[in-house]
């Protein structure tokens, strides 16, 4: 265990990590990584907010939305003697301006959300990155040894059989 440690420190020096706390030292020697996320269940406004910027950054709802428009418009100027909203389209704007003001905060919590996601991801990864090199530096250090001990062994026959 003290040569992972020692290996483990030369490593951070040699990326200046700022994760060379004895905390994460422990982490990367101790556990197994188990490909889990420490994130918590997600709250019923954070579902909401990822299923809204589902929707919203969809096709089909582009599609939908644009037909939705240009009926609302068409309708207005052909259709109806007296216009319920007739050509500026002012309650036309006003709805538009209220769909903006709770789609955009919703979307950025999404967003949000996903950074958090891809963070705790990124650190994840780098975790495993370390171990992995760790546990590589290890095996090249014993196959080092045996190397050492093969040419040890082949010295001595040599010296023996002359």
């Known amino acids: 265990m003290d040569e992972r440690k020692e290996i483990l420190e030369k490593i951070f020096q040699q990326t200046q990590s700022t994760l060379c706390d004895e905390e994460t030292m422990q982490l990367l020697l101790g556990k197994k990584y188990d490909g889990e996320s420490e994130t918590a269940k997600p709250s019923f406004g954070e579902k909401a907010a990822d299923s809204i910027a589902r929707i919203a950054g969809s096709w089909a709802f582009i599609i939908i939305f644009g037909i939705v428009l ?6 207005n100027i052909l259709f109806l003697k007296s216009p319920f909203d007739p050509y500026p389209f002012i309650l036309l704007n006003l709805v538009l301006s209220c769909v903006s003001a709770f789609q955009a905060p919703l979307i950025m919590m999404a967003q949000n959300r996903q950074d958090h996601k891809d ?3 990124a650190r994840n990864d780098y975790i495993l990155n370390i171990k992995t090199e760790v546990m590589m530096e290890d ?16 010295e001595k026959i040599n010296k023996d059989i002359n």
């Open 119 to 121: 963070r705790v991801r």
């Open 70 to 75: 240009f009926s609302w418009m068409y309708v």
């Open 139 to 154: 095996i090249y250090q014993k196959i080092e040894n045996i190397m050492k001990t093969q040419e040890e062994i082949l």
